[in-house]
């Protein structure tokens, strides 16, 4: 099992910057994927970004260039660098977590992100 912890959001006005963290614990293996969902109300979640345990990341679309994801192996930690925030980045973030191995998936709590004048 996997717990994961996610810190970080709140409300924010447009254009500010938020940094979301999300803390793995529990039987971490040592090739995983951790990442970030979003949900918005009334829609579908969807994806926000990724990375590997080797560094290797992806994002969608409409967070390039504005979010950025990293993570510290050594805290078992991945970060979301969110700038440039705009009313449609509304939605509760939750962060993931793939073994490798198993394909066993893990997923926190979910974060309420608000960007609102």
């Known amino acids: 099992q996997v717990q994961l912890v996610e810190s970080g959001g709140g409300l924010v006005q447009p254009g500010e910057s938020l940094r979301l963290s999300c803390k793995a614990s529990?039987?971490?293996?040592?090739?995983?994927?951790m990442g970030w969902y979003r949900q918005a109300p009334a829609k579908e979640r969807e994806f926000v970004a990724s990375?590997?345990?080797?560094?290797?990341?992806n994002s969608a679309d409409s967070v390039k260039g504005r979010f950025t994801i990293s993570r510290d192996n050594a805290k078992n930690t991945v970060y979301l660098q969110m700038n440039s925030l705009k009313p449609e980045d509304t939605a509760v973030y939750s962060c993931?977590?793939?073994?490798?191995?198993?394909?066993?998936?893990?997923w926190g709590q979910g974060t309420q992100v608000t960007v609102s004048s």
């Open positions: 993931y977590f793939r073994a490798t191995s198993t394909g066993n998936a893990y």
């Open positions: 529990g039987s971490v293996f040592s090739t995983n994927v």
């Open positions: 990375i590997t345990r080797g560094g290797i990341t």
